[in-house]
């Protein structure tokens, strides 16, 4: 008895996941497509050989809109061999194009990806054509001054300039020139700022100060990327830029007397926009790395920026008699460049166009 109703169940039990599995199998193939159905069917009679069957098979699909893009990529890698095994160059290099629109950062699959396929897909250009970013960081400001002036002993009383902190932040545009090499065109809003002090007068008093500066800049630089193919890819760049002085204003003065009881002097912020060139010249090195991402990349760089020109504006000496920084405080501008440290980092955006590379005998 035992037996016989341990067999039942076991049959039981068999025809239960029987007719699962035959639901689940006959939902799956209620769920898949017709063109997804009509894509193996393709794919089977291009391996059995039947290659002229194969776009009147697929086309309609491929240009209704009816597959996911894993399948239309499919569909244009099929097409593209086919193309190929019929030694159509032309309508191979249109499907490839059409691949290459739906996923412009696909990379070859041994395995997967013929040989022919692959040759095709080594002719066209894989870099993006432009990208756009944004980007912010910190900088420092170094004086590099080469000519002293004032009214005390010019020799043994010398200014010191500190560096600061500050920050920016930007935009970018670039533009793919060729493998690896690429051009690069910002616009930045600069914060600068340098500290300022001075024993003057043998030491009977100390003058400290500041100069904050808000600038826009405009770098145009040149940039080459190292492998290129991984995630992490380290690059180099060089250039010029622009920098158009916005304001300039002269902080935190103060006076003070040693040795002595009386109180330390403090000055107002003083508009010295006027006495700075509003326009100046820079050269630009440095180097950074980019983490790659999907259509982008996360990017963190260093560069090092030459001033090339005085910051001093000699015009502004014929209003020395109006200048209550020299008169309250003694200050007066040697001839001097502004060298900066910029740390940035930043996000970058792919724009792709897919395109043939250019034959070497063209």
């Not at 405080?329 to 897919?354: E, M, Q, R, S």
Request: hydrophobic share 35%; charged share 25%; with cysteine.
């Amino acid at each position: 008895m035992g037996n016989r109703f341990n067999r039942l169940l076991g049959i039981l039990v068999f025809c239960v996941l029987t007719a699962t599995s035959s639901a689940v199998m006959a939902q799956g193939e209620e769920d898949e497509s017709d063109c997804a159905r009509t894509l193996r069917k393709a794919q089977k009679a291009y391996d059995d050989g039947l290659i002229e069957k194969v776009e009147q098979m697929i086309k309609p699909c491929l240009e209704g809109g009816q597959l996911n893009q894993e399948e239309q990529l499919n569909g244009y890698r099929l097409l593209a061999q086919a193309k190929l095994f019929d030694d159509k160059k032309d309508e191979a290099e249109g499907a490839m194009l059409k691949f290459l629109h739906i996923d412009p950062e696909y990379e070859l699959q041994p395995g997967i990806d013929s040989k022919e396929f692959s040759e095709l897909f080594s002719k066209y250009h894989t870099s993006p054509l432009y990208t756009i970013g944004v980007h912010f960081g910190l900088n420092w400001t170094m004086v590099n001054s080469y000519v002293e002036r004032g009214v005390y002993n010019t020799e043994n009383e010398k200014k010191v300039f500190s560096p600061d902190l500050s920050f920016h932040f930007g935009l970018r545009a670039s533009r793919y020139i060729y493998d690896g090499l690429n051009v690069h065109l910002e616009a930045n809003y600069i914060f600068n700022k340098y500290t300022y002090s001075h024993n003057i007068l043998g030491g009977q008093n100390i003058i400290t100060a500041s100069e904050a500066q808000t600038v826009i800049g405009i770098p145009l630089t040149f940039s080459y990327i190292f492998l290129r193919q991984k995630k992490i890819r380290p690059y180099v760049f060089a250039g010029f830029g622009m920098r158009l002085i916005m304001s300039a204003e002269q902080q935190d003065q103060v006076k003070e007397f040693p040795n002595t009881s009386l109180a330390p002097v403090t000055g107002p912020a003083i508009d010295i926009k006027a006495e700075r060139n509003g326009l100046n010249f820079e050269g630009i090195f440095g180097a950074g790395t980019k983490f790659k991402i999907t259509r982008g990349d996360i990017f963190m760089d260093a560069r090092y920026n030459i001033g090339l020109n005085n910051q001093r504006n000699e015009s502004s000496d014929l209003n020395v008699n109006d200048d209550e920084r020299l008169w309250d405080f003694y200050i007066t501008d040697n001839d001097f460049t502004f060298n900066n440290v910029y740390v940035t980092v930043g996000f970058n955006y792919y724009l792709y166009k897919p395109r043939k590379k250019k034959e070497k005998n063209e």
